[in-house]
C-alpha cells in the first residue's frame, strides 16, 4: 500500500500521468475507491489550498492539482456508479452555484448519488437559481444538490432557496447545500433541507429526508 502515497504526491505535485497510472493500479488490486479519495486525494487538495494560502501555489499550480484528481477520478466514477442496487429513479438536480467554477467535490456528490440509485441531471458549474429551478420542473426532481466553494459565492445558495419559495415549489423539493466553506449553521440559516461535510454523508442524508432507507 505504500505506493499509495505516490497517488497523493501526484495530485498535490499536479501530475495528472502519475495520478492515473497510480490509480489503475490500485484498482486492479481491489482497493477501495473511497479510500483512494479520503485518504489520498482530498487529503493532497486540501494541501494544495494551504499552500495557495501561503503564496506557495497559484492558480496554475491549482489548475493542474485539479487536473490530476480528475484525471484518477474518472477511472474511479464508473465504479461508484456501479454500487447502486436500486432503481428507484428518484430525479437529482446537483450544481456549482452561481460564480463558481469549482465542481470537484460537485462531480464526486454526483457520481455518489448515481451509485446511491438516483438519477442525476448534474447542471455544471456557475448555475443561476433560475437554470435549478428551470431542470427541477423539467426533471420533476425531488432532490437539488447545491455545492459552493467560495465564500463570495456562498449567498447564491440563499438566492436559489429564496427564488425556490417565490417559485412556489419550495416544498416540492429537498435542498441540500455543501462545499468547503459552508457549515451546518450556514445551512440552517438559508433555510437549506440539510448540509454535509463530505458526499457520502451527503447521499446517506438524501435519503434519509427523502424517506429512502431501508
Ligand atoms: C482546485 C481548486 C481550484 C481550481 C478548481 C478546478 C475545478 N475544476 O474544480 C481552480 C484553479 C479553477 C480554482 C480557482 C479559484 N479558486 Co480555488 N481551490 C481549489 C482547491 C485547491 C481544491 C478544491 C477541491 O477540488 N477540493 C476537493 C473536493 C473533493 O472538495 P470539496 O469541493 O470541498 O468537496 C467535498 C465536500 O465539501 C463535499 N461537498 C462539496 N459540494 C457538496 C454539495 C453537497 C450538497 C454536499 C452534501 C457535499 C458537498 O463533498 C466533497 C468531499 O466528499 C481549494 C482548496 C480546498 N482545500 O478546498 C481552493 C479554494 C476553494 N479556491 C480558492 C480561491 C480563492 C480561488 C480563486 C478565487 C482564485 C483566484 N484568485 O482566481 C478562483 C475562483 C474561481 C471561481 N470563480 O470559482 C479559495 C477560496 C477561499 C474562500 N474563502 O473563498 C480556496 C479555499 C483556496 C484557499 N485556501 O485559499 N480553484
Not at 30 to 55: Q, S
Not at 112 to 124: N, Q
Request: glycine share 10%; aromatic share 6%.
Amino acid at each position: 500500500m505504500d505506493y499509495l502515497e505516490k497517488l497523493h504526491d501526484a495530485v498535490l505535485k499536479g501530475n495528472p500521468d502519475i495520478a492515473v497510472e497510480i490509480t489503475e493500479k490500485a484498482l486492479e488490486e481491489k482497493i477501495d475507491p473511497h479510500v483512494l479519495i479520503n485518504e489520498y486525494m482530498i487529503r493532497a487538495m486540501d494541501e494544495v489550498g494551504a499552500r495557495f494560502e501561503r503564496f506557495e501555489y497559484f492558480i496554475p499550480q491549482l489548475l493542474m492539482s485539479a487536473k490530476a484528481m480528475k484525471g484518477a477520478m474518472a477511472l474511479i466514477r464508473p465504479l461508484l456508479i456501479s454500487e447502486g442496487e436500486e432503481d428507484n429513479s428518484i430525479c437529482a438536480i446537483t450544481g456549482t452555484v452561481k460564480g463558481d467554477v469549482h465542481d470537484i467535490g460537485k462531480n464526486l456528490l454526483g457520481a455518489l448519488l448515481e451509485g446511491g440509485g438516483f438519477r442525476v441531471v448534474d447542471l455544471g458549474t456557475n448555475v443561476s437559481p433560475e437554470q435549478f429551478i428551470e431542470a427541477v420542473e423539467t426533471h420533476k426532481a425531488k432532490l437539488v444538490c447545491m455545492s459552493a466553494l467560495l465564500t463570495t459565492t456562498m449567498p447564491g445558495m440563499k438566492t436559489t432557496i429564496d427564488a425556490f419559495k417565490g417559485a412556489g415549489i419550495r416544498d416540492k423539493v429537498t435542498m441540500l447545500v455543501g462545499g468547503a466553506p459552508v457549515t451546518n449553521q450556514f445551512a440552517k440559516d438559508i433555510g437549506a433541507d440539510g448540509y454535509k461535510d463530505n458526499a457520502s454523508a451527503g447521499v446517506v442524508l438524501a435519503k434519509e429526508l427523502l424517506g429512502l432507507t431501508k
